[in-house]
């Protein structure tokens, strides 16, 4: 499917037949190579992962594809447009008409191919210093009927698809600690999708984390990925660095003169990898006392259907990068309920993370990283 892919669209926006054969053979060659690296980025990762060429082949690999995945869009788009034009033009004009204009449609095909090479690849570079440069602080108030008093400005900071693996290292991963930590939050939650790559491929990278500060702690819970990744050693390495991993159960916190739970499931998939794992909202608030304010952390946003039968007052998600960049933006809708940001669904709301990190292509395009600071506030009934 790679393959084809990047064909059709390099076949679609080079003049092949008219390029010199030397021309021809290199860019023939350039996009294998591209459609190669993604396989050998794999492969090394999984057969050679020390090796020092598999994160720069990963870095290659992941922006060429983005590139690709934004200019065959375009490319299919303006293809259909053509389609439509060329059926037109069949129904309203003579042949030799067609003939006449056939020079012209020629010209606006090559002008058509410099412009989308153009916007992608303004966008890819744009996206890259979006993906990779400041991550924003999202400050969000989530009202929740009848909130103790005493809860009311509770402040949660989320980090969540951090993806710390062959394109994020400690560096980012330190700076994103400075400013969780600058929140002075009474708890940090992570809502998975933490890594991607073996514990003794990313222990020294996931090291600052252990430097999280918080009121009451750093709670964690797994992602789709880390089943990926050595879920069973990843929750491990998490307790090592001082996280309280929820794995469907919760645990109560007194704030002030109130108590909150703070609940949490495995991946909405886990139960495919480890069938003990299997994500149950409502076994997490098992025992949980009667009346107290219900907050659950799970990757996917999809959990809500179950977890609103457990009395939740409010979810923590992540999983879908807020779209993360185009066109991939328009797809997931189709895989989730909710994309980013607040929503409210039946008697809980939900909150969806744009993400801290990013995963695969280093872009941004249309959404940013974030952190975002969660904080409680009543609303009367």
Not at 197 to 221: C, E, I, M, N
Request: charged share 15%.
């Amino acid at each position: 499917m790679l393959a084809l892919a990047y064909g059709y669209t390099a076949y679609r926006l080079l003049p092949f037949s008219t390029m010199e054969n030397s021309l021809r053979v290199v860019a023939i060659t350039a996009v294998i190579a591209c459609v190669l690296l993604g396989p050998l980025s794999q492969f090394i990762r999984i057969f050679y992962e020390d090796s020092p060429w598999s994160d720069a082949i990963a870095w290659i690999a992941y922006v060429t594809f983005g590139f690709f995945s934004m200019t065959l869009f375009f490319v299919i788009v303006r293809d259909l447009g053509l389609v439509v034009y060329d059926l037109a033009s069949s129904a309203l004009f003579s042949p030799a008409k067609i003939g006449e204009l056939a020079s012209e449609r020629t010209s606006w095909i090559q002008a058509m191919n410099l412009s989308i090479l153009g916007l992608t690849g303004g966008l890819t570079v744009y996206g890259y210093f979006k993906a990779r440069g400041l991550v924003k602080i999202n400050r969000v108030n989530v009202p929740i009927d009848d909130l103790p008093a005493d809860l009311d400005g509770f402040t949660i900071a989320q980090i969540s698809d951090l993806h710390v693996g062959p394109t994020i290292k400690e560096k980012f991963v330190t700076k994103v600690v400075d400013m969780v930590n600058s929140l002075n939050a009474d708890m940090v939650a992570i809502t998975g999708d933490l890594v991607d790559g073996s514990v003794p491929k990313l222990r020294k990278h996931v090291q600052p984390l252990a430097d999280l500060r918080s009121r009451y702690g750093t709670f964690y819970v797994t992602g789709n990925h880390e089943y990926y990744s050595g879920a069973l050693q990843w929750i491990g390495e998490a307790r090592r660095l001082g996280m309280t991993v929820l794995l469907n159960d919760h645990q109560i916190l007194e704030h002030n003169s109130a108590r909150i739970a703070i609940g949490g499931v495995t991946d909405y998939t886990a139960g495919s990898f480890y069938p003990n794992h299997r994500s149950d909202p409502q076994k997490a608030f098992e025992n949980s006392p009667e009346g107290v304010i219900r907050i659950l952390l799970a990757h996917q946003p999809k959990s809500i259907f179950k977890a609103v039968e457990a009395g939740i007052h409010l979810q923590l998600s992540g999983h879908t990068h807020g779209g993360q960049f185009f066109p991939g933006n328009l797809f997931v809708p189709l895989q989730q309920p909710m994309v980013r940001g607040l929503h409210r669904y039946e008697s809980a709301q939900v909150f969806i993370s744009c993400g801290t990190g990013y995963w695969g292509p280093p872009l941004r395009v249309g959404t940013s990283s974030e952190i975002a600071l969660i904080t409680l506030v009543r609303r009367e009934s």
